[in-house]
């Protein structure tokens, strides 16, 4: 069957999505996440309280990965997306699938903080409380479709960018989940603690908000 419009403009659709990942590549190959002090080296601080500066340096240093599972299709991946001080280009490129807009099924390039923030929360937990569940993501990126479509999103939602994901865990409560996410002061933290049940994290501004 010949190519129709609709078919080309997919693939066409497809490829900008591969090129916007490599570029999200080429710009944290190129120190593209330098421009927040906190990110240069790690993406974020261990809280202070917990870690000196050696037991900071050594948790970076660990190959970065994440453990999730996607609530609304139940796949479960556990990916390293950095090691030996940089990033794994296809284990990136997985993280990013994972965290794809699965109502449009579309992917993009994820903010590499917020990949940091995961890894670190994750990371943690698990040293200190031997806790290795999947982190369960109800959205990550959304195309400006998916966004307007969902309930009670913000026009500008950082979820479009690539730079915002929701999500719980099924033994956490989500009031811990969202302090913890704080503790960082790494961006944004909702804290949908009403039937939704979900913490909203973002590596926007630095910013708390509760809808309890
Ligand atoms: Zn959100």
Request: charged letters at 20%.
């Amino acid at each position: 069957m010949a190519d129709t419009p609709g078919h080309a403009l997919l693939l066409k659709r497809r490829q900008f999505l591969v090129a916007g990942i490599g570029a999200g590549l080429t710009a944290l190959a190129a120190g593209g996440t330098q421009a927040n002090p906190l990110s240069k080296r790690t993406g974020l601080a261990l809280p202070t309280h917990y870690a000196d500066a050696a037991q900071a340096e050594a948790f970076w240093a660990q190959p970065r990965v994440v453990n999730l599972t996607r609530a609304a299709t139940g796949e479960h991946r556990r990916v390293c997306f950095w090691r030996d001080g940089a990033v794994v280009p296809g284990g990136y490129r997985e993280v990013c699938h994972v965290l794809r807009d699965v109502r449009g099924q579309q992917a993009t390039a994820m903010d590499l903080r917020l990949l940091n923030m995961l890894f670190g929360m994750q990371s943690w937990l698990y040293a200190v409380h031997g806790f290795d569940e999947p982190y369960l993501v109800t959205s990550g990126y959304r195309s400006e479709h998916t966004n307007a479509n969902t309930e009670g999103a913000a026009k500008n939602s950082l979820h479009v960018k690539g730079m915002a994901v929701d999500g719980r865990y099924a033994n956490l409560p989500a009031e811990f989940v969202g302090k913890f996410l704080a503790s960082y002061r790494a961006g944004g933290v909702g804290f949908y603690l009403d039937r939704r049940n979900f913490i909203h994290t973002d590596v926007g501004k630095v910013r708390f908000w509760s809808t309890k």
